[in-house]
């Protein structure tokens, strides 16, 4: 609104004559200030109109992103790219009543500037899976045995349970396990043992044959560990070195005893005699056979 003030209207006085240039006056200065408000108004509207942007108008205008109230609408912000999902990494400078908050609600130590990050959603729920305070790693061991825990301080193991709880745990070899670190954080067990040592056993096996003096130890010729073959005929265990004697079978009507010895191929998963049985003899075979 323009000041009128700077166009008062004249008033008649007493000492002016009756004429028509005093007599318009007072109508001369209503004009003018017409003239001054209407310049106003129309310089007013034009800058309400332009503040409208390519809305109906101004009020359509701040209706997009004001509550009625002024305050700045959620929705409005977001559009404007300002959600969390838009936000970058960065570092701020706070205040020390700002920096007292964080460390005494989270117990953070921070200093100016601040750095923040943003967080996935996949983060929080796995930082949310971390028991408070979650600080070190907790080991707990079966020992089978308590008498392989009596040089260990009572106060870690009780009974046949070992609690390793925040401290360090050696791995140390042993007669038959050693460790071998490979890069950048692979541990792997190796056995100090001899393959050898991983055999399965069978015992009291009817061995195959057709001639009863060459025998298969399976129908398959399973090879076997050297020097673990043992071969009984009657009950009498045969020696592949030297002759051993063995008594007839039982339904036998001599009541001879016999000498014999066998030649064992365990690459092959056969053996020898010396001297061909009968068909009544029992013969029955132990061997190992290596694991692998």
């Known amino acids: 609104m323009p000041d009128l003030t700077k166009m008062p209207v004249p008033l008649y006085a007493a000492d002016q004559p009756y004429h028509w240039e005093y007599d318009n006056l007072p109508l001369k200065a209503l004009a003018d200030?017409?003239?001054?408000?209407?310049?106003?108004?129309?310089?007013?509207?034009?800058?309400?109109?332009?503040?409208a942007g390519n809305q109906i108008n101004l009020a359509e205008r701040l209706n997009q992103s004001l509550e009625d109230n002024g305050d700045l609408m959620?929705?409005?912000?977001?559009?404007?790219?300002?959600?969390?999902?838009?936000?970058?990494?960065?570092?701020?400078?706070?205040?020390?009543?700002?920096?007292?908050?964080?460390?005494?609600?989270?117990?953070?130590v921070l200093s100016n500037p601040?750095?923040?990050?943003?967080?996935?959603?996949?983060?929080?729920?796995?930082?949310?899976?971390?028991?408070?305070?979650?600080?070190?790693?907790?080991?707990?061991?079966?020992?089978?045995?308590?008498?392989?825990?009596?040089l260990i301080p009572s106060n870690i193991c009780i009974s046949n349970v070992c609690l390793f709880d925040n401290t360090v745990v050696q791995l140390q070899p042993s007669d038959h396990i050693g460790w071998e670190v490979q890069s950048p954080n692979i541990l792997k067990p190796v056995l100090n043992l001899n393959i050898e040592s991983f055999h399965r056993h069978y015992?009291?096996?009817?061995?195959?044959?057709?001639?009863?003096?060459?025998?298969?130890?399976?129908?398959?010729?399973?090879?076997?560990?050297?020097?673990?073959?043992?071969v009984y005929i009657n009950g009498a265990r045969l020696s592949s070195e030297y002759d051993i004697s063995y008594p007839p079978h039982l339904d036998a009507e001599s009541s001879t005893w016999s000498t014999n010895k066998f030649t064992p191929d365990h690459v092959m998963g056969t053996?020898?005699?010396?001297?061909?049985?009968?068909?009544?003899?029992i013969i029955r075979i132990d061997f190992d056979i290596i694991l692998s």
């Open 203 to 230: 015992y009291d096996i009817e061995p195959i044959t057709s001639d009863y003096i060459n025998f298969n130890v399976t129908n398959v010729n399973t090879p076997f560990m050297e020097g673990s073959l043992r």
């Open 271 to 281: 053996f020898q005699l010396e001297n061909p049985i009968t068909a009544n003899d």
């Open 74 to 108: 959620t929705m409005a912000v977001d559009n404007a790219m300002h959600s969390i999902a838009m936000h970058e990494d960065g570092s701020s400078t706070l205040s020390m009543s700002q920096i007292d908050i964080f460390q005494s609600n989270y117990g953070y």
């Open 33 to 51: 200030r017409d003239v001054a408000i209407n310049n106003a108004v129309d310089s007013q509207s034009q800058i309400i109109q332009n503040a």
């Open 114 to 150: 601040v750095p923040f990050v943003k967080m996935l959603e996949a983060e929080r729920n796995k930082l949310s899976m971390v028991a408070d305070q979650a600080t070190s790693f907790a080991l707990e061991v079966y020992i089978p045995s308590p008498s392989s825990i009596s």
